[in-house]
């Protein structure tokens, strides 16, 4: 169980990065000044 709890949140995780990397390279005109911060919190299983 924690092992798929875990491949979930970087899968989640690199889904995000993916989608945020080029929307903020659009937005930002200097891309050495994009910073990518990406938190992941554990789950609580009730048990």
Do not use: N, Y
Not at 11 to 28: I, N, R, S, W, Y
Request: proline share 11%; hydrophobic share 55%.
């Amino acid at each position: 169980m924690k092992t798929a709890q875990v491949l979930a949140a970087s899968v989640l995780a690199l889904a995000l990065a993916g989608l945020a990397g080029p929307a903020m390279a659009a937005d930002e005109p200097d891309p050495e000044g994009v910073e990518v911060s990406v938190t992941i919190e554990p789950l609580r299983v009730p048990g």
